[in-house]
């Protein structure tokens, strides 16, 4: 055989060995470079949704803040309007509540004329009005009426201060 023969035999023999070769290796080769694509655009994707919810995020973090700024000052507002409220409560409960008479100096004010008994308690009033709300709610109410009635005339609204006063007070409670 000629060498011409030999290599028109022999080439398809190398050729179909070479095929045989190249489909015995892994096929993964060629598939891996497809999957790196695919890869690669899903952690791009992923890349992109990640971006997008820290920027949420972000944005949810700053109203977050902003709330919390808010709820602040309204909690310091409702904590100096209640402070305010237990003030005036305290205030008017203090106003509402008369101290305790003798009931000598009451009974004192209930014997005395009138008209001496409505300038002696309009005396009394200018140095402690309280006072004379509890000695006017102690009286009798004959009596109190009486001495209201000729202070009036004199001094009208120092009259209606006590009348109010006495309808709006009551008795402080003595604890044993």
Known sequence: MNMKSVIWILAPI?????????????????AEGVRVGELAEKLQAREKALAQ?????????????????????????LAA????????????????????????LIRTYEAMDPIAGAQALKELARLNQEVSVSLLAGMQPKKAAKVLDQLAPTDAKLAALLSEKVGLSKPKVVTP
């Open 81 to 104: 309007r209640e402070k305010s409220v237990k003030e005036a409560t305290e205030k008017l409960e203090a106003l509402r509540t008369r101290p305790i008479i003798d009931p000598q």
């Open 14 to 30: 190398a050729l179909s060995a070479g095929v045989i070769w190249l489909s015995a290796q892994d096929p993964k080769t060629p």
């Open 53 to 77: 919810r820290e920027g949420d995020l972000q944005q949810r973090e700053q109203r977050l803040a902003t709330l919390q700024g808010t709820l602040d000052k309204d909690r310091a507002d």
